[in-house]
């Protein structure tokens, strides 16, 4: 593992500026911050340069950011939330939450995991990359997302309502609901368990996939065109 600089954020009283001004002394080596990083709201700052880790919380929000730099793990949460960042870079951990609302991403890029929700309202989103957890809640509404590529296990709810989703992909686990009503899923795939209700209403779907546990109750509309065999497979509660 790479030796970084480890810099408490405390010790420049939390000013941004005066860290800058210390590193570029340094020859600006590539660095990890410890503690609450706040950026919101800075319009002058539009790269993190050489910032490798963060071991706390990045808040860069409704800020002029335009690249991560070097950034590659966020221990806590990171909010982009209203920023013109267009891409995560070389980012691949979220320890908490990720907030990208309102932003230009399309991607989320070399992305693997998020610790906590997922929050892609009013973005173009149209790849989940490389991403392959998800420990909150992920709603993929109205985009235009055709396939959940990587992405193997969502612990919260999974909401794809109304998206041009086609595929789930790797998907495997879903620990609260699963909501695919109105999208053109026709299989469900690899997925074996959702913890709580599925809503397959409005939908073309044909198989169960590899599909063994539902927590809750299967809402199917009165001409599904799953066989019997597969409803009665396992002992599924379903509702039309």
Not at 36 to 52: A, C, E, H, Q, T
Not at 159 to 177: T, W
Not at 202 to 222: A, C, E, M, W
């Amino acid at each position: 593992m790479e030796n970084l600089l480890k810099i408490p954020y405390t010790v420049f009283n939390n000013d941004w500026d005066l860290l800058q001004q210390f590193l570029e002394r340094r020859g600006n080596p590539r660095y990890e911050l410890v503690g609450f990083v706040n950026l919101s709201y800075r319009k002058d700052i539009f790269d993190l340069g050489n910032l490798v880790r963060v071991d706390g919380d990045l808040e860069l929000s409704w800020s002029s950011i335009q690249s991560l730099g070097g950034l590659e793990y966020v221990n806590g949460h990171l909010s982009l939330h209203s920023t013109p960042i267009e891409s995560l870079g070389n980012l691949e951990y979220v320890g908490y939450y990720l907030n990208l609302q309102n932003t230009t991403i399309d991607s989320l890029g070399n992305l693997k995991y998020v610790g906590g929700r997922l929050i892609l309202d009013h973005t173009p989103i149209e790849s989940l990359g490389n991403l392959e957890y998800v420990g909150g809640y992920l709603a993929l509404t109205d985009t235009s997302i055709k396939s959940l590529g990587n992405l193997i296990r969502v612990d919260g709810d999974l909401i794809l309502h109304k998206s041009s989703i086609q595929s789930l992909g790797n998907l495997e686990y879903v620990g609260g609901e699963l909501d695919l009503m109105g999208t053109a899923i026709q299989s469900l795939g690899n997925l074996e368990y959702v913890g709580r209700n599925l809503h397959l209403r409005f939908t073309p779907i044909q198989s169960l996939g590899n599909l063994g546990y539902v927590g809750d109750t299967i809402y199917l509309s009165r001409n599904h065109q799953i066989s019997e065999e597969q409803l009665t497979r396992f002992k599924f509660k379903v509702y039309y």
